[in-house]
């Protein structure tokens, strides 16, 4: 198991058993080059906040307790754009569209945001072992993202050990 792989795993216990627990396999699965210019875009630019960040979360916390596990990653020959990969996502499980939306997420938007702190969780540790920077494709990094991340630790880090 690469150094990356075993990022990806420790990141996936926290992030990604928040209701769509392939968003880590995705980002390692799917190419930039599979997703249209459009969509690489807004998941660069796509922006966390407190409110966002606390939606996750919150939604995060629900889908444990009421026992949605993690997904499958999704088949990478079948997600061309991020719509067919939040589709996917949502398919996984009956609960998962009614749960996304009660926190005010739009399917799409709340992959995006999933992306957006997996991204960001990914590029901060990447910063504190230098073997892992290699492995990150800037076109997913988000600056502000980062800097939330940073600033947001102690949250974040309870988010990744599922409290």
């Known amino acids: 198991m690469s150094v990356f792989d075993r990022v990806l795993s420790a990141c996936r216990l926290a992030v990604i058993a928040m209701v769509l627990g392939a968003v880590p396999l995705v ?3 799917l190419s930039p080059a599979s997703l249209p210019d459009a969509d690489k875009q807004q998941i660069k630019k796509y922006t966390l906040t407190d409110d966002v960040f606390g939606r996750l979360a919150a939604a995060t916390r629900e889908a444990r307790t009421t026992g949605i596990p993690p997904q499958a990653a999704p088949d990478p020959s079948k997600v061309h754009s991020l719509d067919d990969l939040a589709n996917q996502a949502m398919a996984a499980d009956p609960r998962i569209p009614a749960l996304v939306k009660k926190y005010g997420f739009t399917p799409r938007e709340f992959m995006l945001a999933n992306i957006a702190l997996m991204n960001a969780v990914m590029a901060v540790q990447a910063r504190n072992d230098p073997a892992l920077s290699g492995n990150l494709n800037q076109v997913w990094i988000n600056a502000d993202n980062i800097r939330f991340v940073e600033s947001h630790q ?7 050990r599922g409290q």
């Open 154 to 160: 102690s949250d974040v880090q309870a988010l990744l």
């Open 27 to 29: 980002h390692a699965q």
